[in-house]
């Protein structure tokens, strides 16, 4: 039998089991549980909360006239066999047929063909397309394998271009070409050529034609718009730099 003094003074507390630790001594210092690491069920409230994702994302949703101006734009410059439209030799399209076949695609169910012509010939979109009798065209952009014709017009004594720096070489070199549109679409001044250079480059170069030098060299020059001249490939020895 063991000697009961070995088993040393009873706690009068009785048998204790692992000490809890004490919420109010649990924070840095002992001044109660810490802040910087309490979690709470709560999440966040969103500042963006119950905003379209558009306006998430900073950048506005475009009207429906934005959308069917580069919808038109595409059409009459690329690709009117997508909607079943025929272009005249001008790059024309009826402007019944071609209402007929917007109305087709999501989200211009709704479109008239006021509402076509009224953008047409008002605003920016008038500066990219030409309304002609019952009949609607692109003014320039054309990469239709079908010729669009344009009557020559006289130019002024020069006409820029702005591109990157790279292609300024190459067109220095080899002339103006081009590229994957019908014509070389030229600016009527420095300021449109530059707006035209900073689409590719935030240091653009412009590039300055003589039309009098391409023109004794068989150039044809065509008008499409107040800022906007069109002409056959322009020979390297009428090209020099605006500094």
């Known amino acids: 039998m063991e000697s009961r003094g070995n088993r040393g003074p009873r ?18 210092g002992g001044r109660g549980p810490s802040r910087g690491n309490q979690k709470t069920s709560r999440s966040p409230q ?3 909360a119950g905003k379209p994702e558009a306006a998430k994302r900073g950048t506005p949703k475009p009207s429906v006239d934005e959308r069917l101006s580069k919808f038109l734009a595409f059409l009459l410059r690329h690709h009117p066999e997508i909607v079943n439209v025929a272009l005249d030799e001008r790059g024309a399209a009826d402007l019944n047929a071609l209402t007929t076949a917007v109305r087709t695609r999501p989200g ?20 990219r397309f030409e309304v002609i009798g019952n ?11 079908q010729p669009i014709q344009y ?3 006289e130019p002024p004594e020069h006409l820029f271009h702005g591109t990157t720096p790279e292609r300024a070489a190459e ?10 549109r019908q014509r070389v679409h030229l600016s009527s001044d420095t300021p449109a050529a530059l707006e ?10 412009i590039l300055r034609v003589d039309t009098q030098c391409a023109q004794k060299a068989g150039v044809k020059f065509y008008c499409a718009g107040p800022a906007v001249w069109l002409s056959d490939e322009i020979p390297p020895g009428c090209i020099d730099r605006v500094e």
Not at 118 to 126: I, V
Not at 171 to 180: C, E, F, S, T, V
């Open 11 to 28: 706690d009068p507390r009785g048998p204790r089991g692992p000490r809890k630790p004490d919420a109010r001594r649990s924070g840095p």
């Open 46 to 48: 969103r500042l963006d």
């Open 108 to 127: 211009f169910e709704e479109i008239t063909r006021e509402r076509i012509e009224l953008l047409a010939t008002t605003g920016p979109a008038a500066l």
């Open 135 to 145: 009949t609607i065209r692109a003014r320039y952009g054309h990469s239709l394998t």
């Open 151 to 153: 009557e020559p017009a």
């Open 171 to 180: 067109i220095l070199a080899a002339g103006l070409k081009p590229a994957d």
């Open 196 to 205: 035209v250079g900073l689409r590719r480059s935030p240091e653009p170069v």
